[in-house]
């Protein structure tokens, strides 16, 4: 993380620097267009373009450990890890019992597949996915029953 910080910083830094010689080199040739201000403003775009591109390299890690920061506590939570981290039950807190890793996995490849083929257009999606859902002999989920919250 520190690498891409010092490479955004290190791009800021360059992207001002080539402003102020835009401005420089405008104000040396008394605001009229010469073959030195073109440089500038070329040497200018170029370094806003690697700017942009640490920006958002950087935008893509902190997504990145957004959906990891969150795809942990939601494990966490489901699973009730936070009982041992908070003391408390963490059918307390959400009010549901926890689940297995394992089930909730499951789940989530389901949710994951559903939504991919619902991207696709096929309407047969939601019907073969709940149906290959519930054949799964391993592990069948009814929120009726308790066994789930045992595993």
């Known amino acids: 993380m520190d690498s891409l910080v010092d490479s955004l910083n290190n791009a800021y830094q360059e992207f001002v620097s080539g402003a102020a010689n835009v401005l420089e080199a405008n104000e040396a040739s008394g605001a009229q267009k010469t073959a030195a201000t073109d440089a500038a ?3 200018f775009k170029q370094k806003w ?3 942009r591109v640490a920006c958002d390299q950087a935008e893509e890690f902190v997504e990145s ?5 969150g795809s942990e506590c939601l494990v966490d ?3 009730g890890s936070l009982a041992g981290k908070s003391g408390q039950a963490a059918a307390t807190t959400t009010g549901l019992p926890p689940i297995s890793a394992v089930r909730l ?3 989530s490849k389901a949710v994951r597949w559903l939504v991919i083929e619902l991207q696709h257009g096929s309407g047969a999606a939601a019907a ?24």
């Open 65 to 69: 450990v957004k959906q990891r920061i």
């Open 49 to 51: 373009e690697l700017f």
């Open 77 to 79: 939570e489901a699973t």
């Open 105 to 107: 996995e499951q789940m």
């Open 128 to 151: 073969a996915a709940s149906a290959s859902a519930h054949s799964h002999p391993s592990a069948p989920f009814d929120a009726r029953f308790t066994e789930d919250a045992t595993q």
């Open 41 to 43: 403003l070329e040497n």
